[in-house]
């Protein structure tokens, strides 16, 4: 039970849990005055009461002597009780007529007093009836019946008095809580919406500072966090630029080496082998053979050569243009996979592309391709880039099986990933409606002025 109202406790606002308390112990003032006012009422109204109490007993034995050295005792006592009258506190009342009366037969004006108030109190016990006698015969009592209409209008006035002032120290307690707390909530709200944007990757927007001293500091932290951070991604994009490039220039030239060295060498392997089988005659046997199978196999590194050099370092991006070179790629993909219907828009802008933006563009289709090749097992791929303002978009989509779970980046996807990241850029991959996306955004401006 105490772990289920921590948890309802803790998924109260804010707000809520400021004023719970504060209401509930302006409430326990309320009734706490309350009950006090109960408690001590009583003892008041009898003590004001005292003085009148014993006035009684000296009036009652002073109409005790009259009637006992009057004629006419029963003339006398009709003249005194006809004296006092339904208006005075004190009544005569004759043996025999019932109960002594309470105190609160003697209430006589109470139309301002509600009558929950007065049932919530208790009524002193005004025991002041002296006996008169005559004769020797008791033949009734002298009764103090005092009216307590005003001293309960008193006491009706304090206890508004009392519920006025929590209402109004509540209500301003309340409300100061209520400014702190949404200065307060301001100011977290602002730290936690700059949270929110240093985690997606925005650091040049700094959090207001505000609110109380505490939440001021965490403000500052956070701003002081933003731009440690925005300086170790400035550097890290630097790093992953520089490696990129690095990277580039080593397939630049190891795609170098295999053009000048090996490509000359299978070249003239082939020539050589083309050479004998010319020279072979029909009765040299197996020599012609052998021969044919040198010169495929010559022919097969010829080509393993030039995807090798066509991974490694598409030479004709600077000779034909980026938009041109894609279109090399995607014919080739089509004879490589004729079983697979692909269709592109590819933006003629792409040309102006050059530099390490270009390579970026060019791998990032190529490698998403390869993935619809051998991993999708799709049917249908659709290839679009398209330039828009300062940014460069690339999507890859296909209707093939999708990733598997808990793989979405593969060793290919992660260099494009990376290699877009160095460039200010964003990879992703996401499943929708029956197709794979693969996603790349880059922007141009910044990559051209971007330190080589």
Sequence with gaps: MRVRIGLMWQRLSFRTQLFLPLGASFLAALVLGGILLQIFATG??????????????????????????????????????QSLGTSSDIQ??????????????????????????????T???????????????????????PDLSADLFEKWIGFLALTGLVVVLMALTGTIAYLFAKSAMRSLQH???????????????????????????????????????AQLSHDNRD????????????????????????????????????????????T?????????????????????????????????????????????????????APHIGLTSAIDPGLNAIDGPLAQTVYRVIQEALTNVLRHAGANHAHVQATIAGDALDIEVSDDGGGFPEGNRFG??????????????GSLSLLRADQRTYVRCRLPIERVRNAPA
């Design 44 to 81: 008041q109204l009898a003590d004001e009461n005292e003085p009148a109490r014993r006035s009684i007993r000296v009036i009652a034995a002073a109409l005790n002597n009259t009637l006992r050295t009057s004629d006419h005792p029963q003339t006398t006592l009709d003249a005194f009780v």
């Design 123 to 145: 009524m002193p016990d005004i025991d002041a009836a002296s006996p008169v006698l005559i004769d020797g015969r008791h033949v009734g009592d002298l009764v103090f019946l």
């Design 191 to 229: 730290l936690g919406e700059g949270l929110t944007r240093i985690r997606r990757g925005d650091y040049a927007t700094p959090i207001p500072v505000g609110g109380p001293p505490e939440v001021r500091r965490s403000c500052e932290a956070a701003n002081a966090l933003s731009t440690t951070l």
């Design 284 to 336: 040299s046997g197996n020599l012609g053979n052998s021969a044919e199978d040198v010169l495929q196999s010559v022919e097969a590194l010829q080509q393993t050569n030039r995807r090798i050099l066509d991974r490694l370092r598409p030479l004709y991006i600077e000779e034909l243009g980026l938009a041109t070179s894609v279109q090399t790629l995607l014919q080739n993909f089509r004879k490589q």
């Design 411 to 424: 060793r290919g996807l992660t260099g494009m990933h990376e290699r877009a990241r160095a460039l200010s």
């Design 239 to 282: 790093l992953l630029h520089r490696l990129v490039s690095l990277q580039d220039d080593e397939r630049r030239d190891l795609a170098r080496e295999l053009h000048d060295e090996l490509g000359p060498l299978l070249f003239s392997i082939r020539a050589g082998t083309i050479s004998l089988m010319e020279a072979a005659s029909p």
């Design 92 to 121: 005569f009342r004759a043996a025999g007529t019932g109960p002594p009366p309470s105190a609160k037969e003697g209430l006589r004006n109470l139309q301002a007093v509600p009558q929950w108030f007065v049932n919530l109190l």
